[in-house]
């Protein structure tokens, strides 16, 4: 079965054909991160009005990279939620309307378990049952999955996203929007132990997150070195950006360790846009390998949003013989414990 | 000769339209908030109880705004889907001129005023047009725009116009009223099956595009989205 997917959720367009047999055949993205870095984030009525631009000619790219023609495509799936409802209506229109078109099947798929299963598009992919770390701008989530649908949410943020703390942080910074990869670049110029910035909740049995005191403390460390122009010098801005990077990566290693210990599993994958952290990705290979469990995770590209995570997703389902009807329904929240068993 | 399918979801209303040789058949219901749930399977059965398929029309044919932007999106999105899976071109249509369309072609009293149908763009403006009827089509007077109330009735006095009737929700707008149209109907929206009236015509003119060419027309373009303040950069 070759597939078609389309992501439309938040401010990327993306969009690639995954074939069952061949595997993802190709894969195109828009992102309007220079059209939101203007304004410090992402403004929904722009973002909807980009993917209605964006979207027909990226589906005609990526047909016409892989050579496949509209009688090779066997079905089409998009990202039905969670997102911005506006940004989600635009993929979700076009998708199923092209589908009914073609005469193929469609299917709705769940942005996050999309992320969840962007590591499966590696060369060597984890095997279920596996803990998946889910951070991203809009979710911190630390679920057990035994297999596609088949989950339990262990531990979510009570307050800002993973993401969301790095976006605001780097706000206070005088960084731009998205916050994680510019943090993480000064970070590197950051001198280690001047601060030490608080991990929030480790002390505290459970495996919810909460990083919305970091962000405060973040914010009165500037406003403590802050020079006349509101900000601290360039050198301490570093240094206070390399705190905040640990404070949050420690947290979440910390967090990771204690579900795969709770749960007994040996494998842990991290998606979603915050996974492309480079310190993330070694402090958790680090903390991990002490206990004998391994990490996996996708390619930076496939990390933050795109189509082709959604098109393995919905092959998937789609295999499993999931249909949509002809009315589309998208929704802006949608608990990922709440999807059908594979 | 030529088949059309048009679609309109701009406002509260959710309508499919066929067009084949001059007859006209279709759905129109009130939808609000429903619009991706309704709109595909009213094309469904309108192309059903014709007895066509997509690859038997000459063109899809949408309402192109002004409206509600969410609205207008899926109504695109829907019609680049279908336009561009069964390679057909698409025809915008004003969604003020269909409404002008419907209302004059109702009743053959109301033609012989201009029309000056209104929609809520609301932040207290009103998306409006003034249209004539002439040759079986309504035809725009002025060009359509997103204006206040208060510039609506300025604009309206300079046509010095004998009479008129109005139609469409942004008619709530008192300063409006004071503009005393012969009639005036605030139920009155735009209905694909009058689109696709003025969808013929302009497919007989050659007036098409490109699915992927295919864009909303929002009129309000300059919304004031609050630019970031940098310190350093």
Redesign the interface.
Known sequence: MRVLGIETSCDETGVAIYDGERGLLAHALYSQIDLHA???GV?P??A??DH??K???L??QVMAECGSQ?EDIDAICYTAGPGL??AL??????????????GVPAVGVHHMEGHLLAPMLEASPPAFPFVALLVSGGHTQLVAVKGIGQYEMLGESLDDAAGEAFDKAA?ML?LDYPGGPHIARLAERGTPGRFTFPRPMVDRPGLDFSFSGLKTYTLNTVAEHAQV???PDEQTCADIAHAFQEAVVGTLAIKCRRALEQTGLKTLIIAGGVSANTRLRTELEAALGKIGARVYYARPAFCTDNGAMIAYAGCQRLMAGQRE??????KARWPLDSLPPL | MSRILALDTSTDACSVALWCDGRVEGQFELAAKSHTQRLLPMVDEVLSEAGLSLSQLDAIAYGRGPGSFTGLRICLGVVQGLAFGADLPVVPVSTLQGMAQGWLSARPERQQWPVLPALDARMSEVYWGLYQWHDGVAEAMVKEAVSAPEAVVDAVQGQSLDAFTGCGAGWHYPPLQSLKPLSCEQQWYPDARALVVLAARALAQGAVQAADQAEPLYLRDTVSWKKRERIRR
């Open positions: 203007e304004y410090g403004v009525e722009l909807s009005r209605v631009r979207l027909l000619p589906i005609e509209k409802i506006g209506m635009v993929g979700a229109s076009l998708g199923r309307a092209l589908a009914y078109a073609w706000k005088d122009d509101g900000l009807s002809l009315a589309v329904n998208v």
